[in-house]
């Protein structure tokens, strides 16, 4: 199994969002929530019903009815351009914002996430003069609790780990602010779940639906900072741990599969040898077979020493897959999304994918049980083939049967 990358999420730098980056922070959160589960990409413009995913964009126009508010349907933009800049710049103003980004190795921007003090004012996403007093009912003090406003990750960087960094980032600040709770409204339960890993399953609790009758499908949860880091480290810090497990599964398929090139090369070596003394000797002295005993017997202590370390790598392998792939249960535990290989999304981790693809219902083999079953009927192939020389050289010698060359 060569090749196995850990993808750029383990290179990627912690940035604090500003001003400067706006139009970047904007682009980016567009293009996060015309995906999964928001396909937040048009909106009509009366009651912001979005439309996207399975909608044919194009067939709408100046007449149709929205299906929500029923009134002439005319499609804007949901958030590309002016809307999610709009938002940024607002979350900017407000005292106390706390923004952090993520940047791959090329500088590009492909993780936000951002929060400030609940406001007594409305913003233009969320009606937070609602919101504060339906926290006051709940003994939440509005200026001592954080909202955690946006987290978005680009889509080639999704369950990689970027969002928990930054969020975990963002939500330490805040806490060191002094704040005393954090609140967020999401539909996505894999959020809430990221949460739950923070401050554990028991304190993050769901307070009540959103006041904005367009968003009421959106639950309010808060958590209190005491909590945080209480609970089990966030899998997040064990990204590097993976990529060394990683790094060192590559570097031992790479040198199995520099020894098998080595074994194969010997063996073809000795068997075309084997092949050109048989047919020139005609089989009719003893010697010939007497050569063929000595080429085995070292033939046979190399491929032994190629099954020792076919056997030895496997046991090896067998182990850092297994610890892999518990490091990717706790990834996904947190809340990271399914890995993306090639676009498609899968429910399990890289190793898994990698073997379900290269071996198909055989994936339970391990990646060596080929190259095992080669060397082992090589080492097997000499004792037989000496035998059979032997036998064709007594029949040959005693009359039984003419020379191989003979015509």
Known sequence: ???IAIAQSTTTRLVRLAQAEKDEVADLFARVFAGPPWFEVKKCSQCSEAYGKDDDLERFHGGDPCRRCGAPLNLVDYWRGGPALEVYEDALAHPGFIGMGARDGEGRLVGITWGYPVPETDTPSVHFGAVAQLLRERRLDPAQTFYAAETGVDPDYQGLGVGS???RARLLEARDAGL???????????LVGRYEQLFGEDYVRPLFNDPDPVKSDRTWYACPFATIGRVNPPAVDRLDEYKIVLDDINRLSDRRQRSNDVFIALNGLFLTALGILLFA???TTWWVPAALVVVSVVAVLINVIWLRSLRLYRRVSRAELQYANGLESLLRQSGAEPVSLGGQREE???LSLVARRVYGKNANRGFSHLELLLASS????YPILTLLVAALTYLITHG????LSAK
């Open 1 to 3: 199994m060569a090749g």
């Open 165 to 167: 960094r930054i969020m």
């Open 180 to 190: 005393v709770n954090v609140c967020f409204r999401t539909i996505n339960p894999k």
């Open 281 to 283: 000797s005609r089989l």
């Open 348 to 350: 399990f981790g890289v």
């Open 378 to 381: 090589l080492t097997l192939a």
């Open 400 to 403: 039984f049967l003419p020379p």
